[in-house]
Structure formats: structure tokens, C-alpha cells
């Protein structure tokens, strides 16, 4: 859907009675058993609005396979561009390497700095002795 909705973009999603669901409209729904969510335009309504095909909008054909209405989530209503990439998976796991990383190196120079502090300390009571 990219000429609407951009890989990567949060989409808010009001859900949607079926019967309401015409050619044209862009809706969301579940593919293969509820593992992906994909946004599509209607190209087709069978069977009492309980079939729909579906067509990306930078696609040319038409996608294989029928969307059943048990499947269907609801209508995109708006996105926030970008947000949808920070909250990926890939995105996610990126970001807690990198926070478990700099946590790391501040614990290091904390020990460090207390290391060299209680050498000082050592070194001035020497003196007075």
C-alpha cells in the first residue's frame, strides 16, 4: 500500500462491520492463520460480503486467495509515519544490544573511577603515617 501507507508506518485501525465493506476500500485483516496483518484495497465482494479479493496498490494482479470476513480487522483511519520501524522486532532487539552496551561500559567506567578514587584515598593516608 505504499502509496498510502509506507512500510514501516503505525496504522490505527477501527474495526469495521463486513457489510459495510465496499470496492475500493482499503481494509486489514489477518493472513496465514494470524502470523502476518497486511493492508489491502477490495477489489471483489462474493458470497454476501463474506469473501473479499484483494489487490496491493503497487501491484498489477491480484493477490492469490480469498479473504474470508473472520479475517478482517477493520478500515486504516490514519498512521504516524516511521513509528512502526522502532517498534519492529528487528528494531527492538537492536536497540536493547545497544542499551545493554552502554550499560555495561557506564558500570566499567563507574568501577573504574571508584578503583582510582580509593587509590588516591590509599595514597594520602600513606603519606600522614
Not at 502509496?3 to 462491520?17: E, F, H, M, S, T
Not at 509515519?81 to 552502554?102: C, D, E, N, R
Request: aromatic share 14%; charged share 20%; proline share 4%.
Amino acid at each position: 500500500m505504499s502509496p498510502y501507507y509506507a512500510q514501516g508506518n503505525l496504522i490505527y485501525v477501527r474495526p469495521k462491520n463486513t457489510n459495510e465493506i465496499l470496492v475500493g476500500d482499503i481494509i486489514t485483516y489477518y493472513e496465514n492463520s494470524g502470523k502476518k496483518i497486511s493492508t489491502r484495497r477490495v477489489i471483489a465482494v462474493e458470497n454476501n460480503h463474506e469473501d473479499f479479493y484483494t489487490k496491493a496498490d503497487t501491484k498489477t494482479y491480484i493477490e492469490p486467495g480469498v479473504v474470508k470476513k473472520r479475517n478482517i480487522i477493520g478500515s486504516p483511519i490514519f498512521q504516524i509515519p516511521y513509528i512502526g520501524l522502532v517498534l519492529s522486532k528487528t528494531a527492538f532487539a537492536w536497540i536493547q544490544g545497544l542499551f545493554f552496551t552502554i550499560a555495561f561500559c557506564l558500570t566499567g567506567i563507574t568501577a573504574w573511577n571508584t578503583f582510582v578514587e580509593l587509590k588516591k584515598k590509599r595514597r594520602r593516608t600513606q603519606k600522614f603515617l
